[in-house]
């Protein structure tokens, strides 16, 4: 029988005593998230071998092209959540989100209405840079963000890295310990995240959603210029093929609390599928993605993969002095024999001001590089080249939290890319709006 998540909850919240039970201690939020969007039109032919009828009227070739330019006004996200600290050492959490636009993948026919976070824990769990005040132990089970992911991004958008290697929650199982030492380690054992391709803007694109269009179809969303990214978990079932991860990493605060450190080395590790497919496209994932198969005329149309062997090792780095903050990530990956690499450093800095209000705003300028580099290289005739481009991205933002409740963040997405040795741009402007209630 394979072992399911399901079971495991149950276990953990068996094991919570009736009388430790507060439930005046439940906390109950939403949030709203509203866009402005301006994205650049641009498209680069691919050797794809679609028969006339699949293209657009009067096209000889497809495309990798932006997946909605223009400006568009968009309502993207409603999420509800809840905490309920249920005793000293017991906590569950919950966020539904719906609409969800820039994470639906593809964006037209995947899920409206998701579970993004469903966990319940026993023990502390230190965030990054606090130091513990005496040596703990944590577990948790359900779904949950990756142990290795940047909690605290301060942009609409994500880097490259968050994008390509933890962008979404897993689910399973997780476990560590926090001593006052400033060590500290980590151990999970989930479902694992599938292999898929979205554009690395804030929409993922259509790929995969329609099997019989009609003929010359020509879709309102694009494909987009896609990189190879662990897409959204949809199965509960982590025996059959799971991921490992480990880390190990160490903190340091000062006397005063104005300067915080924390560093974390981490692996992972699974066994890629085939037969594996996500909500809304008849593409594959994993392996499937790989390799499309003999195409008549066209031989076979597949990335230069051998086994099915998935490894990530890379490091974690925060910094803190005062209202400074600095974040960076390095990830060295290898999907069975496809190898990149990544690097990803987020800076900003929070000033105080009152302006005309009556109450502090605080106003946070950011800057984020990241970039993707492959050692691989697919068949010409592979539907996606984009997915072993290098690419580097520089997103430069400003955040206004005019209240607790609001924040706006305005942002500028510089995204280039090497294509048959030049150098190519698809840029976006994200004006974002954001109402919290918690």
Known sequence: MPLKLTAAVALATASVSANALDISDFKFGAEVRGHYRISDSNRFATQFPFPPEALPEGETSAFVE???????????????????????DWLAQVRIEGIDKYERNPTSTDRTLSVDTAFIRYGQRIPA??????????????????????????????????????????????AGFDLQSGWYGKFSHTVGNPVFMRDPNVLAGDNGTNPTPPPNHNPELKSGIVILYDAEVEGLDISEAPETGAALGYRWNSKDQNQRFSAMAFTNKRQLTTDNSLHGTFYGTDIDLFDLGEVPGAGGIRLPYEGDNKTETGLNIWYEYGNFAAFGQWVEQDMANLGRSGQEVELSY????????????????????????????????????SVWWDWQKVDYALNVDVTSNWRVTLEYTDNQFERAGKTENNNETLLSVRWLFD
């Not at 005496?134 to 301060?154: C, H, I, L, S, W």
């Open 350 to 385: 929070v000033f105080q001001s009152t302006f005309f209000f009556d109450q502090p705003i605080h106003i946070t300028p950011v800057i984020r590089y990241s970039q993707i580099d492959h050692d691989f290289v697919g068949t010409p005739n592979y539907p996606a080249p």
């Open 66 to 88: 932006t997946v909605d330019a223009g400006e568009h006004v968009e309502l993207s996200m409603i999420a509800l959540f809840a905490r309920w600290n249920i005793s000293e």
């Open 129 to 174: 840079l606090r130091l513990a005040e005496r040596n703990t132990f944590y577990a948790q089970v359900g779904k949950f963000a990756k142990m290795e992911r940047q909690v605290a991004r301060r942009t609409e958008s994500y880097g490259l890295v968050s994008t390509a290697f933890n962008r979404f929650e897993d689910t399973g199982l997780e």
